[in-house]
C-alpha cells in the first residue's frame, strides 16, 4: 500500500505542476526514458525530442492566465515492485490565447518506474475515441 501512496503522492504533484503551469516541476517527474504518446503530434515523443522544458514551457504559453483547470476522475493506480500505473479520465479546461478555448475530457495512463527513492513517468499515453461513422473525428464532445 505504501507504494501506491507514493505514486499517489507523485502523481498529485505532477498534476498540481501542469494546474500552475510550473514547467520545471512538470519536466522533474519525466524518466529520461520516458515515451509519450500525447495527444499532439508526432505519433511518439520523448521528453528530448519534444524540446524538453522549452517544448513544455511553450504549450503553456499558449494559454492566459496562470493556471489550468484539470479535473481527474475514475482514479485507479496499481503497483508490483518497481513498476506501477495509473489510469484515469481528465477533464483540461484553459482560455487559449488564440483560437478557441480548451475544454476536453481525456483518457490517461501513465506507467512510473522506482528510479532510487524516487517515482518517475517512464511512459504517458492521453487519447480520445473518435467517431466511427466514417468522419474520423475526434469525440471532444464526450463527458462522463
Known sequence: MQSIDDVKATLDDFLDALRSKNTEQVISHYDPSNTMYVLSPPLQSTPENSQGAAGVQAWFDTFTGDRIDFEVRDLHIESSGEIAFAYFLSRMAAKKKEGPDMDIWVRNTLCFGKKGSE??????????????????????????
Open 119 to 144: 517515482w518517475k513517468i517512464t511512459h504517458q499515453h492521453e487519447s480520445v475515441p473518435f467517431y466511427m461513422d466514417g468522419s474520423l473525428r475526434a469525440a471532444i464532445d464526450l463527458k462522463p
